[in-house]
């Protein structure tokens, strides 16, 4: 993977993280897209 790519990966990763208690954490309905799935109902399987 490229350099470039993978700033843009993480601006895009970091644009989404949520705190909770002083703690990052992510939203899995948010974070699919970024992986690579196209539909909820393929990523939920894997959670």
Do not use: D, H, T
Request: aromatic share 18%; with cysteine; net charge negative.
């Amino acid at each position: 993977m490229k350099s470039e790519e993978i700033k843009e990966l993480f601006k895009q990763f970091e644009s989404i993280v949520c705190e909770y208690n002083k703690v990052e954490c992510w939203s899995a309905r948010e974070l699919y897209p970024l992986l690579g799935y196209s539909q909820w109902r393929n990523f939920l399987s894997i959670i």
